[in-house]
């Protein structure tokens, strides 16, 4: 009876033995999946932050043209003449101050 016990014991410790291999291995195959989903993921976010970043470089390199062209004399003075109807006064209109 004893050595039929020591068989089942024998038995029952492989069997936990394997179920606890088996987990840790699941476990840790789990966490590795797990990791390259997440890995990948963040690839893809940092791919589009990147380009959301490239798109508003150019729309800031664009605006600073903008802003070089409408602060230009020749801009301003273009506008002030089309829109605003204003030009430079005659001689008799100007009056000098002491």
Known sequence: MSARHNKKEDRDLKLSTMIIVSLVLM??????????VHF??????????MGIRDSLLEENRKLKVEYATLKSPQNIEAIAR???????????Q?????
């Open 27 to 36: 476990t840790t195959a789990l966490i590795y999946v797990w990791s390259h």
């Open 82 to 92: 089309a829109k605003l109807n204003m030009y430079y006064p005659e001689r008799e």
């Open 94 to 98: 100007v009056i000098f101050l002491k």
């Open 40 to 49: 990948t993921k963040l690839n893809y976010l940092i791919a589009e932050e």
